[in-house]
């Protein structure tokens, strides 16, 4: 008789539940809004002149440099020429649409500091990739992973040596 009872408790709760849950207020009215007639407006519409299809390359290069940039973030390596690049991209972002002149001279170098950023940042990202796995590699061989997994180990020294040897391909000085 008790599992009876509670079996019927349980399920007026249930429905007491649902109707709560199930029931929804009606919103506020709203009150209908004055709708006020348009005076003698004139439509006033800037035209602002084409821009340079040159000048439009050259700003989707410095673009896409820096965006390559930050993907790796090689600023924090030449962080001079980052700078100068960002500034020189500022530069032309401003005079993009006024002066085509002077944004075509700061796009330009910019373009310069930005390819100087990722040559220069790619080796210094290298060395420190470099460091780092050396070190990594050390405290693997001080653990005895040269003995615990001969095969794997030599398989990591030929992709480490590869690698090296792609990037002294890459970058001969």
Known sequence: MNKKRSMFLAGCLALVAMAFFSCKSTPPAESPETVVPEQNVQN???TKAPVDPAL??????VE???NECLKYGLG???ADDWSSAESFRDQGNASYES?????????????EKYEAVKREGFKDLAAEMEKELKAERDAAI???????????????????NAAGARLAEDNPQ
């Not at 439009?56 to 290069?61: I, N």
């Not at 002066?99 to 373009?111: E, K, M, N, V």
């Not at 001080?142 to 480490?160: H, I, N, T, V, W």
Request: aromatic share 12%.
């Open 64 to 66: 896409a440099l820096r």
């Open 56 to 61: 439009a390359a050259l700003r989707e290069k």
């Open 44 to 46: 006033v519409t800037e």
């Open 99 to 111: 002066d085509g002149a002077a944004a075509t001279a700061a796009y330009t170098a910019a373009i």
């Open 142 to 160: 001080a653990a005895g992973a040269r003995d615990y997994y001969p095969e794997q180990f030599a398989l990591a020294d030929d992709a480490f």
């Open 76 to 78: 924090k390596y030449r």
